[in-house]
């Protein structure tokens, strides 16, 4: 630890922050944002959600007592203070990498994480089931805090918490921390509502007067716990919708003010039943560059912790664009000569790059909060009526609408193309993010197609031939990152679904791979033609349905197949082909390569893909092991 951080090398764990006086609080604070801006800034992770509650998770801690009283994050890369304060400070710089702490609370890390988070509007649900747990037991005292921000409320399962807290009357505080976004700013009318609240002088004025009057005084609980809904309209002029759900509202209040924090804090816990304080925070707040641009800094990357320029690997070489990027500039293209089409995604405009068509056709482009479920859903209404939804969502958040894909799209053959971006293992952001379900959840959905691009052109050409018409519920997932620069220039090419490409012939071994790990066998391929080995590569493009000419083929010539996949292994893309041929009574020794029946933690996507073993290096050994054990048994 540097020697400038006087209070901060003192704080081992949450008992440590009790010692210290206001002033002393204070200057922690400085010292704790100073500290996530020199560390993170060497160590890419979450940055300006991490700012924004710095005094409130140093609040958290002086008034509650971790881990007896539970305190569930929202949004978990909120919670690198959190992380800081209870025992982890000198582990932060290894945060998101491989064998290093996570990026989110992980119960299995720390016991001061009551609750493991990476999918956000969790922590009403998850803190009510926790203070109901507590009154089970007999555990009056036991306080539970859910810290939910960064736009997680407006999420369907933030409401569903909501509304079943205000009738369990458990003994839950949930603190609203309202920074006015998520990725990108937040949406909707909750959003707008929130405004009214902090921005309404009459309801301040009246929550002020009643606060500072009675705040002091036996009458002030007394009065709080017993003055009826009503009363309360009558006086704030206004109806108030955490109110009228019987959870007793507090705000706003300052969220970065931690003095006035502890002591609102104070004065709540001694409040039964469920309540919300509402506090205002600011994204980034104590970096200039965060506040100012707040997407942009959500996870900057590398950066100068004096100067806020960022620092970025200088090349001559031409980039080829992001993933996301070849969707988004596509999809503006396609929208160009079909006016049916629209784009739709739940809070990741940045993130999925339909950014880039909000710019250019805003009244076409949809951004419905973070609400993976009504995407669907409202992507399904569109359909039927007449447009081609583009439904942009990462794979990980797509399984929160898994009964919508089902009920509302395929069961309706309704045309919404599905975007899967961040497919398979996406690296540092570890097992709340990685994307390798969705090829085996999608493709045991009847009407349902499944396609994966090996590369940029690809995604090209398959979000083009998924606009075609009749082409039904069309799913594309592909991965987070780079590979090659598609040729702009060239036009569309339709792929006729189904239809798989022969990458390269061969005599010795048939590797059939789905999505961008393609490129790993073509990589191998070169290594092992050195050995004059023979390596037969088919990119097989679709799961669903597959391409069964070319597979029985393949099935005729090779006994020795292996698939790849950057996907889980169980289900996925060499179940199917393992379907394949026991319906049609071929045999083969089929080696499958992909994600174990495992969570797989943080980690770069190389180093993953090694530990999972279909990087380049394990797929040559994997090759060479089958035909060794092959030449043996002929031997034999």
Same mark, same amino acid.
């Given at each position: 630890?540097?020697?400038?951080?006087?209070?901060?090398?003192?704080?081992?764990?949450?008992?440590?922050?009790?010692?210290?006086?206001?002033?002393?609080?204070?200057?922690?604070?400085?010292?704790?944002?100073?500290?996530?801006?020199?560390?993170?800034?060497?160590?890419?992770?979450?940055?300006?959600?991490?700012?924004?509650?710095?005094?409130?998770?140093?609040?958290?801690?002086?008034?509650?007592?971790?881990?007896?009283d539970?305190?569930?994050?929202?949004?978990?890369?909120?919670?690198?203070?959190?992380k800081?304060?209870?025992?982890?400070?000198?582990?932060?710089?290894?945060i998101?990498?491989?064998?290093?702490?996570?990026?989110?609370?992980? /119960?299995?890390?720390?016991?001061?994480?009551?609750?493991?988070?990476?999918?956000?509007?969790?922590s009403?649900?998850?803190?009510?089931?926790?203070?109901?747990?507590?009154? =089970?037991?007999?555990?009056?005292?036991?306080?539970?805090?859910?810290?939910i921000?960064?736009?997680?409320? $407006?999420?369907?399962?933030?409401f569903?918490?909501?509304?079943?807290?205000?009738?369990?009357?458990?003994?839950?505080?949930?603190?609203?921390?309202?920074?006015?976004?998520?990725?990108?700013?937040?949406?909707?009318?909750?959003?707008?509502?929130?405004?009214?609240?902090?921005?309404?002088?009459?309801?301040?004025?009246?929550?002020?007067?009643?606060?500072?009057s009675?705040?002091?005084?036996?009458?002030?609980?007394?009065?709080?716990?017993?003055?009826?809904?009503?009363?309360?309209?009558?006086?704030?002029?206004?109806?108030?919708?955490?109110?009228?759900?019987?959870?007793?509202? +507090?705000?706003?209040?300052?969220?970065?003010?931690?003095? &006035?924090?502890?002591?609102?804090?104070?004065? =709540?816990?001694?409040? &039964?039943?469920?309540?919300?304080?509402?506090?205002? @925070?600011?994204?980034?707040?104590?970096?200039?560059?965060?506040?100012?641009?707040?997407?942009?800094?959500?996870?900057?990357?590398? +950066?100068?912790?004096?100067?806020?320029?960022?620092?970025?690997e200088?090349?001559?070489?031409?980039?080829?664009?992001?993933?996301?990027?070849? +969707?988004?500039?596509?999809?503006?293209?396609?929208?160009?000569?079909?006016?049916?089409?629209?784009g739709?995604?739940? %809070?990741?405009?940045?993130?999925?790059?339909?950014?880039?068509?909000?710019?250019?056709?805003?009244?076409? $482009?949809?951004?419905?909060?973070?609400?993976?479920?009504?995407?669907?859903?409202?992507?399904?209404?569109?359909?039927?009526?007449?447009?081609?939804p583009?439904?942009?969502?990462?794979?990980? +958040?797509?399984?929160?609408?898994?009964?919508?894909?089902?009920?509302d799209?395929?069961?309706?053959?309704?045309?919404?193309?599905?975007?899967?971006?961040?497919?398979?293992?996406?690296?540092?952001?570890?097992?709340?993010?990685h994307?390798?379900?969705?090829?085996?959840?999608?493709?045991? /959905?009847?009407?349902?197609?499944?396609?994966?691009?090996?590369?940029?052109?690809?995604?090209?050409?398959?979000?083009?031939?998924?606009?075609?018409?009749?082409?039904?519920?069309? @799913?594309?997932?592909?991965?987070?990152?780079?590979?090659?620069?598609?040729?702009?220039?060239?036009?569309?090419?339709?792929?006729? $679904?189904?239809?798989a490409?022969?990458?390269k012939?061969g005599?010795?071994?048939?590797?059939?791979?789905?999505?961008?790990?393609?490129?790993?066998?073509? &990589?191998?391929?070169?290594?092992?033609?050195?050995?004059?080995?023979?390596?037969?590569?088919?990119?097989?493009?679709?799961?669903?349905?597959?391409?069964?000419?070319?597979?029985?083929?393949?099935?005729?010539?090779?006994?020795?197949?292996?698939?790849?996949?950057d996907?889980?292994?169980?289900?996925?893309?060499?179940?199917?082909?393992?379907?394949?041929?026991?319906?049609?009574?071929?045999? %083969?020794? /089929?080696?499958?390569?992909?994600?174990?029946?495992?969570?797989?933690?943080?980690? @770069?996507?190389?180093?993953?893909?090694?530990?999972?073993?279909?990087? $380049?290096?394990?797929?040559?050994?994997?090759? &060479?092991?089958?035909?060794?054990?092959?030449?043996?048994?002929?031997?034999?």
């Amino acid at each position: 630890m540097r020697e400038n951080y006087l209070l901060l090398n003192k704080i081992d764990s949450p008992k440590d922050l009790k010692k210290l006086n206001k002033k002393e609080l204070i200057n922690l604070s400085d010292e704790l944002r100073q500290y996530i801006i020199e560390i993170i800034s060497n160590n890419p992770g979450h940055f300006a959600s991490s700012l924004s509650v710095v005094e409130l998770s140093i609040a958290l801690h002086f008034v509650f007592t971790s881990p007896d009283d539970k305190i569930i994050w929202d949004v978990g890369h909120q919670a690198y203070a959190h992380k800081i304060l209870t025992g982890r400070r000198d582990q932060l710089h290894t945060i998101r990498k491989l064998g290093g702490i996570s990026g989110y609370p992980l /119960i299995t890390e720390s016991e001061h994480d009551a609750f493991g988070v990476g999918h956000s509007s969790t922590s009403i649900s998850a803190g009510l089931g926790m203070a109901v747990a507590s009154c =089970l037991r007999g555990e009056k005292d036991k306080q539970t805090v859910a810290i939910i921000g960064d736009g997680a409320m $407006t999420a369907g399962l933030a409401f569903e918490g909501l509304n079943n807290t205000g009738v369990e009357r458990s003994n839950l505080l949930i603190v609203l921390n309202d920074n006015n976004m998520a990725i990108d700013p937040n949406v909707g009318a909750l959003n707008k509502y929130l405004t009214n609240i902090t921005l309404s002088k009459p309801y301040n004025k009246v929550k002020t007067n009643i606060w500072n009057s009675l705040k002091d005084t036996k009458i002030f609980r007394n009065f709080i716990q017993k003055i009826n809904s009503g009363i309360k309209t009558a006086l704030m002029r206004h109806g108030n919708l955490f109110e009228a759900l019987n959870i007793r509202y +507090f705000g706003p209040v300052d969220g970065h003010d931690v003095n &006035k924090l502890i002591k609102v804090l104070n004065e =709540l816990k001694d409040i &039964k039943g469920p309540k919300i304080l509402h506090i205002i @925070t600011k994204k980034g707040k104590g970096f200039k560059s965060a506040e100012e641009n707040q997407p942009e800094w959500h996870a900057p990357g590398l +950066f100068n912790a004096s100067t806020g320029e960022k620092i970025t690997e200088k090349t001559n070489k031409l980039q080829a664009p992001k993933f996301q990027d070849v +969707f988004g500039n596509t999809i503006v293209e396609l929208a160009k000569e079909n006016k049916k089409i629209v784009g739709v995604t739940p %809070a990741m405009l940045s993130g999925s790059s339909l950014k880039i068509m909000m710019q250019k056709m805003p009244e076409r $482009t949809f951004d419905v909060g973070i609400a993976e479920q009504h995407a669907v859903t409202f992507s399904a209404g569109l359909s039927a009526n007449g447009m081609i939804p583009f439904c942009n969502i990462y794979s990980t +958040f797509m399984q929160r609408a898994f009964d919508q894909v089902i009920h509302d799209v395929a069961l309706q053959k309704l045309n919404v193309v599905f975007c899967l971006d961040r497919g398979g293992l996406v690296g540092d952001d570890g097992a709340t993010h990685h994307g390798f379900f969705d090829l085996a959840y999608m493709r045991i /959905i009847p009407n349902m197609t499944v396609a994966a691009p090996m590369n940029e052109e690809e995604l090209r050409n398959l979000m083009y031939s998924a606009q075609l018409p009749n082409k039904g519920t069309f @799913t594309i997932r592909y991965p987070r990152g780079k590979g090659v620069m598609p040729d702009w220039k060239t036009p569309f090419k339709k792929i006729k $679904t189904g239809e798989a490409r022969i990458i390269k012939e061969g005599d010795d071994i048939a590797i059939l791979s789905i999505g961008t790990v393609g490129n790993h066998v073509v &990589k191998a391929n070169k290594i092992l033609q050195n050995d004059n080995i023979n390596i037969a590569h088919y990119d097989m493009r679709f799961v669903k349905p597959l391409d069964e000419d070319l597979l029985h083929n393949i099935f005729k010539k090779f006994k020795s197949i292996i698939t790849i996949e950057d996907g889980i292994i169980n289900g996925g893309f060499g179940s199917a082909i393992t379907e394949f041929m026991i319906k049609n009574e071929y045999k %083969a020794n /089929i080696k499958y390569l992909g994600i174990p029946d495992e969570f797989i933690q943080h980690g @770069t996507q190389e180093e993953l893909y090694k530990i999972c073993g279909y990087d $380049t290096g394990s797929l040559v050994k994997t090759v &060479k092991n089958i035909l060794k054990q092959k030449s043996k048994s002929i031997l034999i």
